[in-house]
C-alpha cells in the first residue's frame, strides 16, 4: 500500500489516494496499527481521499484509535494538499468531509481552509464549549506551560462530557488578538502538537468572552503559528470563518503488513 505523510503545524497524518475504495476502511484494528508510533507509520489520524460527484474529492477521516472522526480542520487542510499533489485541484477547490462541503484556497504550501458556521458558543461559568466540525471544551488557565494537559485532558473528556468525549483545549492570552493552545484530543486520547477545529473554537470562544475585540488572531501551538479569521453573525453565531497555515508533505513510502 502506497502512502503520504502529511503534517500541519505538527499534527501529523497518514494520507492514501482510495479512489478506488479498495482500502479496508471499516478494518478498526488495521487503521489502529498504521497510526501507532512504533509498531506502524506513527500518526495522529488517517485520511483517505476518495471520488465524488458532487465536488473536487471526499475527505475520510479517522483517529489514530481506528475510529471515523468528525471534523478535523489540519486534516483537511493537508487533505487539500495531497489533492493538488494528486493533480485533482488547482489554487481552490471544494471538498466532502464529515461535517459537510469545505471550500480552500492553497498558496505555496499554504492552505486557508473555510470551515462551517458555528451557531454559537454556550457559556459555562468556567469554561465555554463550541462545536466547530468537532466538539470542543475551551478554557483559560494561569499556568498554560506547566499544566499537565494529558491529566486534565482526559479527566475532563470523561467527567463533563462522558464516553462521546469532548476534545479539551487550555488556552492563555497573549496578546489583544493572540493566544497560546494546548489540546487533547480525543481519539488520539493524548495532546496533539496542533489542532485546526481546536484553534478555531479558541478563537470563537475568546471573541465571545471579550479577549479579543477584532475578527482575527492568531494562534500559537507546539507545532507553529495558525492564523484564524471570521465575522459575527446577526444571532450570537458567525460565519465565513478561515483557518490558515502551513500543510506539507513529509515523505512517501510503501507499507508491508
Known amino acids: 500500500m502506497e502512502f503520504y505523510k502529511y503534517q500541519a503545524t505538527g499534527n501529523d497524518f497518514i494520507l492514501v489516494d482510495d479512489r478506488e475504495e479498495v482500502f479496508p476502511s471499516t478494518d478498526e484494528a ?3 496499527k498504521l497510526c ?15 471520488k ?16 471515523p472522526g468528525s471534523m478535523c480542520g489540519n486534516g483537511g487542510r493537508c487533505a487539500v494538499s495531497f489533492a493538488s499533489l494528486l493533480g485533482l485541484i488547482q489554487s481552490e477547490c471544494g471538498f466532502e468531509a464529515p461535517d459537510g462541503y469545505h471550500e480552500a484556497v492553497l498558496e ?3 492552505v486557508s481552509l473555510k470551515m462551517g458556521a458555528v451557531s454559537g458558543v454556550h457559556q459555562k ?16 488557565v494561569d499556568n498554560l506551560d506547566g499544566l499537565d494537559v494529558v491529566r486534565e485532558g482526559r479527566r ?13 483545549n487550555f488556552v492563555r492570552p497573549d496578546g489583544p488578538a493572540r493566544f497560546k493552545v494546548r489540546t487533547y484530543e480525543r481519539g488520539v486520547e493524548d495532546e496533539t502538537y496542533s489542532c485546526g477545529t481546536g484553534v478555531t473554537a479558541v478563537t470563537l470562544a475568546m471573541h465571545s468572552l471579550g479577549k479579543l475585540t477584532g475578527h482575527h488572531a492568531e494562534i500559537d501551538t507546539a507545532g507553529g503559528t495558525l492564523t484564524v479569521r471570521f465575522e459575527p453573525g446577526e444571532t450570537g453565531g458567525y460565519d ?10 513529509v515523505f512517501k513510502g510503501k507499507y508491508h503488513d
Open 30 to 32: 488495521f487503521i489502529r
Open 36 to 50: 501507532h508510533r512504533r509498531f506502524g507509520i506513527g500518526a495522529d489520524g488517517l485520511i483517505l481521499i476518495r
Open 52 to 67: 465524488t460527484p458532487e465536488s473536487d474529492f471526499r475527505m475520510l477521516y479517522f483517529n489514530s484509535d481506528g475510529r
Open 108 to 110: 505555496k504550501g499554504v
Open 125 to 140: 461559568p468556567r469554561y465555554s464549549f463550541v462545536d466547530t466540525g468537532s466538539p470542543h471544551h475551551v478554557q483559560l
Open 156 to 168: 475532563l473528556r470523561y467527567s463533563l462530557y462522558g464516553e462521546a468525549g469532548s476534545n479539551i
Open 240 to 249: 465565513d470563518i478561515w483557518l490558515t497555515g502551513p500543510a506539507t508533505m
